[in-house]
Structures are given as C-alpha cells and as structure tokens.
C-alpha cells in the first residue's frame, strides 16, 4: 500500500458532511490535521464551506482543484418510511444530483483531478439469498438497486483522468443509524424477530466505516468497495445482541405483511427482510484490518451497557 502523505500537507473535500458518517469522517480527518473544505446547501460561514446546490450555478471546480480527494456522501435517508413516490423522488434527487455537480467539476480538471471517493450501498445488490456477494456480484432488480446503479454511474462520469472509488456501505451499527428504531422498541421491550429473522443483515460500525473511508483514499483505491463487517450476522443477530446490551426481552415478531401495510412493500423488501450477505473482500485484501468484526462488538461500541 502506497504511504499516504502527510495530513497537514493534504486536503480533502467533503459533500454531505452534515450527516451521520460525513461528521464523523470530517472530525476523524481535522483530529489528524488534514484540512477540509466543505460543500453546504447554505450561505458559507467560514473560510471552510462553499456553498452549493442552492441555484441553478454549476460547483466551480477551482474549489476541487489541488484537493487530494473529493468525498460525496450526499442522499436523503433510506430510514425514513415509507416510501411514498414523492419520497422516492428525494431519494433519488439528493443522491444522483450532487453526484453529477460533483463528477462535472471534477472532470473539468483533467489532468489534475482529485480522487472521487462516491457513496453506495450494499442496496446495489438486492436480496440474495444464499449468495456471497462481492464486489463482483451482479446488481439486484430492486428499486434500491436501480437507485444505486444510477448513483454509481454518475460517480463514473467523473472521467478517465480520476480515480473513482464506489462506497458500497452497509447499514451503520450506531445509534443514530440502523439502531435508532431498533432502540425505541427494545427499550419497550416490543424488540423481536423481524419477519423471519433469519435473513442475513450487513453492517458496519461508525467508526470502521469511518476508517474504512480513509484507507480507501490512502491506499489509492478505486471501483467498488463494500463497507461491510466481515462476519455474518442475521436481523436476528443484530437486535439480539442489543436486546441483551439493554438488559430487556427479544420476543415480539414483526410479520413480514405488517411491516409491508404500513411501511410499504419497497422499503420492506429492500430493507428489513432482504437477505443479502455482503462480504468486504476488495478492503480485506487491501490490508483492511476491523475494530469492530462482529455485530456484537459493534453494538456494544454504540450502546452503553444496561446497568
């Protein structure tokens, strides 16, 4: 693996730094001393931030242009259910747009263009059942497939001349990520099964994502590359192991038609009972090592110990 240069040399961009793993990536990099410039659908306000995206002016690539890496994690959240088309709509326009903004400036630089590190997810593959995916696997025939496949199209745009790594990342194992609803119940004790339960979830924790990230931008990485964590886990696995993180049962099942009634079938089926067992097979076999390589260790990262 190439040696990264020095932080206090570099500067990375970042779109969608406002979220749950752009603050985290933004915190992790200014701790090492690397400067940041991010892009933010408001007036600037300071040196750091340029605005964007709030008219109908394209991104000036003078703001990419001697960046080491240009970093879009933009998109509206795939939590929020349910989907109705107009949400579907939003989705689809808070990804596939800053994307492209971004792809076209950094395209415009030619020669000299930066790494574009480009959000995914492991959605790419629908649900497989049985199937080990790798980056190498097929894309799926679901809407959150098709959503990605279009995602990861306009990050390719970015042209020959720079280096576009493709984020296939899972669900983040925090709390204010995949846990959120799943914390409301547990604490409830209305925690259990969700539909089968047997289907595999892929996850990442916050801070493995995080670090992930960062090696793919060191280790000059490009294509796609999951973020996942490296050892299978079930729905049943993951709610589990928070049940008893917060000292309460695991017994009342959601039903797979409950959940489509009142989250939509699109959302269900892309989400909660899809069977999808991503493996991080490009990250492992760049030198990748986990902090976090069971669910159980990443939930107990991200929730404290019931007393």
């Known amino acids: 693996m190439p040696e990264p240069a020095a932080d206090a040399a570099r500067r990375i961009v970042v779109a969608g730094a406002s979220g749950l793993i752009g603050s985290a990536l933004v915190d992790s990099l200014r701790a090492d001393g690397v400067r940041i410039t991010t892009l933010v659908r408001r007036p600037a306000e300071s040196p750091d931030e340029v605005e964007w995206l709030t008219d109908d002016r394209p991104l000036d690539p003078g703001v990419l242009d001697g960046a080491t890496a240009v970093v879009g994690l933009n998109g509206a959240s795939i939590g929020r259910f349910p989907w109705t088309p107009a949400y579907k709509n939003t989705l689809l326009w808070s990804r596939i747009t800053p994307t492209q903004a971004l792809a076209r400036a950094i395209r415009q630089l030619g020669t000299d263009a930066p790494a574009f590190v480009s959000a995914s997810a492991v959605g790419y593959y ?6 080990r995916l790798t980056e190498r696997s097929e894309r799926g025939e679901t809407f959150l497939a098709d959503l990605c496949g279009e995602w990861e199209g306009a990050a390719r745009a970015a042209g020959d001349h720079a280096r576009v790594a493709l984020l296939r990342t899972a669900p983040v194992v925090h709390r204010d990520g995949v846990l959120a ?116 260790a990443a939930v107990a990262a991200a929730v404290p110990a019931a007393s």
């Open 126 to 131: 629908g649900s497989a059942p049985g199937v």
């Open 181 to 296: 609803p799943l914390l409301l119940l547990t604490k409830a004790g209305l925690s259990g099964p969700i539909g089968r339960g047997t289907q595999v979830w892929p996850w990442i924790s916050l801070e493995d994502e995080v670090r992930a990230i960062r090696h793919v931008i060191d280790a000059g990485m490009d294509g796609p590359v999951n973020l996942s964590g490296p050892t299978r886990a079930t729905a049943n696995d993951l709610g589990f192991a928070l049940a008893v993180r917060m000292n309460r049962p695991f017994l009342v099942r959601a039903p797979e038609w409950g959940m489509k009634l009142v989250l939509g079938r699109d959302a269900t089926e892309a989400i909660l009972t899809a069977d999808m067992h991503v493996v991080p097979d490009v990250l492992e076999g760049s030198g990748f090592g986990f902090r976090h390589a069971t669910v159980e």
